[in-house]
């Protein structure tokens, strides 16, 4: 860390005082790479990975409402900044009252990288806790659409595979719900959230054997972790 200061010290350029202020958020030093971050944005109001730090470092100190204004501030400045929309679709859901601005920059993300499984993945995401906030449904089926156009460029995405568990879930679609959880077992077998919703199908479709399984598993992965 000692270099880093020494650096942004000598020469407070754009890179010096970001690579200061990664490393500040490395060692867990939230509260100095805000202040730090915060002057850097100050310093430099138009650097997008400057802002992207701040959101990050405002994040880390559990301010997360002022940490997703200065993520969409980030990505308003450069909408092709991938960073910057990668740690917004990561927020998506900590600051309620801003779903709508995030849903937004979201759908610009896919729409921009329609070939890129998280750009599909966390629009999909802000169209669901949007939809939730609001009290609406009306876009279930584009998010559903999304998560399977994430899974069909990403077989692998555990985490796409959960969320549409989540959603046929919500949709008592119990089938495509347990397929899901399954799959996402399948990649992820520590995943226990997966695992307990695994159980809790099982068992309301009568599979009481491999609703047991499950909560074994599950109490294994509790008592080993």
Do not use: I
């Amino acid at each position: 860390m000692k270099q880093y200061e020494t650096a942004a010290r000598m020469d407070p350029s754009q890179k010096n005082l970001f690579d200061l202020g990664a490393d500040l958020l490395r060692h867990q030093a939230y509260r100095p790479a805000l202040t730090l971050f915060q002057y850097a944005a100050g310093k430099y109001p138009q650097a997008v990975r400057r802002q992207v730090g701040l959101g990050v470092a405002l994040y880390s100190a559990a301010n997360h409402t002022e940490a997703v204004k200065a993520l969409c501030a980030a990505v308003d400045l450069d909408p092709t900044d991938t960073k910057a929309l990668d740690s917004l679709g990561k927020m998506y859901d900590v600051a309620p009252e801003l779903s709508g601005e995030v849903t937004t920059r979201l759908a610009h993300f896919a729409e921009l990288y329609p070939n890129n499984p998280s750009a599909n993945y966390y629009y999909a995401l802000g169209l669901r806790k949007r939809n939730l906030t609001s009290g609406l449904n009306g876009s279930e089926e584009k998010a559903e659409a999304l998560l399977h156009k994430a899974v069909a460029l990403s077989p692998g995405f555990a985490d796409a595979h959960f969320q549409l568990g989540l959603l046929y879930s919500d949709e008592n679609r119990t089938a495509s719900a347990v397929h899901e959880f399954e799959e996402t077992v399948r990649l992820r077998p520590d995943w226990k959230a997966a695992h307990y919703h695994l159980a809790q199908l099982y068992a309301k479709d009568g599979k009481v054997e491999l609703s047991r399984r499950e909560f074994q598993v599950l109490r294994s992965l509790k008592e080993n972790q």
